[in-house]
């Protein structure tokens, strides 16, 4: 089985105002499909989630929402973060303490996250035989993964292009 790019480095070189689009369509259509509410404070945030394609950190969604809504409070953001989360349509980048949008919402399994020290941003990729590697690994040391989340970081080409 191929590797999948979910989501690429793409700085400057698409409309980005599609990927939200895209997202937003993806996440009412998987929410409707499970019977969930996809609120209007749950899309606002995944919205926020995707306005880039950097991480964006908890406390910036809190501030933009501030701005919006003077009664917006961290536990409706965390709430909506830890929603958006278990339906897949988000990620977390631990290393980062930030999210960013799932390229190919509701896919709950095993990512690699290639994070750009230098611009800031996230690719990710679904790599079968990676997963594989690391879980056989794992398993001849007696190791049990329970969930396997790659961050690697790097540079991205058009950085490295750059410098």
């Not at 979910?6 to 937003?24: M, N």
């Not at 969930?36 to 809190?62: C, G, M, N, Q």
């Not at 536990?75 to 990620?91: D, Q």
Request: net charge neutral; glycine share 6%; hydrophobic share 35%.
């Amino acid at each position: 089985m191929q590797a999948k790019v979910l989501r690429e480095f793409s700085r400057g070189r698409h409309k980005h105002s599609a990927c939200i689009t895209d997202a937003l369509k993806a996440a009412e259509h998987s929410c409707k499909e499970r019977g969930i509410r996809f609120t209007a404070i749950r899309r606002r945030v995944l919205e926020l989630v995707w306005a880039s394609h950097e991480p964006v950190k908890a406390y910036d969604v809190l501030d933009i929402l501030r701005n919006e809504r003077s009664s917006a409070a961290p536990p409706t953001v965390y709430r909506a973060l830890e929603f958006l989360l278990e339906e897949g349509l988000v990620h977390k980048i631990e290393s980062l303490n930030a999210y960013v949008g799932c390229g190919e919402p509701g896919h709950l399994d095993s990512g690699q996250f290639l994070i750009c020290s230098s611009c800031g941003e996230v690719a990710e990729l679904d790599d079968p035989e990676l997963v594989k590697l690391i879980t056989e690994k794992a398993k001849q040391i007696g190791f049990s993964i329970k969930d396997q989340i790659v961050e690697i970081l790097g540079c991205c080409s058009q950085c490295l292009s750059s410098k």
